[in-house]
């Protein structure tokens, strides 16, 4: 059962990527992600009124508020950099792979943080990521023109903005239903990106069916699929074990976009991502229970258990 949903959590997860690419070319980036959240965050709301009230009694005014940190980093300024980083003409298999080095930061931070043991193979699969990171970034710099240098430092915004909400999550103690800890997340995007798209004049949509198909592309496969899937898959594992699967997002995106969008795809790249994946299992071989370097397992805010 692990197993099928690390797989399914991975597809569901890299189709994110691509659900971005295929919206670029018609909406800003705010536009997409508010009709992403806007109509589906009225739709959980709904559901929460007539369906899972009960889910809802007990909680706090400060739960509610963490809730909304929670999604503002994992939601909000996570899929708001990858798309902008897209927008800017990075490719989603660059933009998955430099998104992917979130074990990688989570590992290194988790002995400070959360006070856990952090092994040297742990850090061999720290050096071995970025370098496989360094090495596909430069190849797609190479290969695509027109790309300022400083757009590969956008999604590196984002992924820190969801390694804080994993830790801001580990560090909670109230339980918190899956439904519930969704709505409140999907309620705080659809309101940021709003605000957004409604300041940058950007909130009306697009008449092309293209940005039609985006928008249900992510609403279906990334958020139900690869956001839900994401912490389900966390309830099972620490934070580290869930997440090296995110350096498999990186090969999964990069075929999609070769495939798709005719993105680069050549040696370098693939000797990167070749990299990446040995540092995927060199971390991933180093991790062995509690001491190792992850995330000591207790019940969290949302009933997941990380």
Known sequence: MNLLLSAAFVVCWSSGF??????????????????????????????????AR?????????????????????????????????????????????DGTQPLVAGALAGPLLRSHVSGRQWLGLC????????????????????????????????????????????????VAPSVAMTIHCGTSAVVFTALAAVAGA????AESSFWLAVGWLVLLATFGGYGLYWLVLRRSGV????????????????WGAVMFGEPFGPQTAAGLAVALIAV??????????????????????????
């Open 18 to 51: 691509i659900g971005a690419k295929l919206g670029a070319g018609s909406a800003d980036a705010v536009t997409i992600l508010m009709w992403r959240f806007l109509p589906l965050a009225l739709v959980l709301g709904a559901v929460a009124v007539v369906r």
């Open 54 to 98: 009960a889910a809802w009694r007990g909680l706090t005014v400060r739960d509610l508020l963490r809730q909304c940190l929670i999604g503002a980093l994992s939601q909000s300024g996570y899929l708001l950099t990858v798309y902008y980083a897209i927008q800017l003409g990075v490719s989603s298999g660059t933009t998955a792979l430099i």
């Open 281 to 306: 299992a060199v971390v991933r071989g180093g991790v062995t229970g509690r001491n190792s370097g992850d995330v000591p397992a207790r019940r969290a805010d949302n009933g997941t258990r990380v």
């Open 203 to 206: 909130a009306v949509p697009p």
């Open 128 to 175: 071995l990521g970025v370098t496989g990171v360094l090495v596909v970034t430069s190849a797609d710099a190479a290969a695509v023109e027109g790309v300022a240098p400083w757009a590969y430092a956008v999604p590196f915004l984002g992924m820190l903005s969801l390694v804080a909400a994993t830790f801001l999550e580990s560090r909670t103690r109230r339980t």
């Open 240 to 255: 580290l074990r869930v997440n090296t699967l995110m350096f498999l997002m990186a090969p999964v995106t990069a075929v």
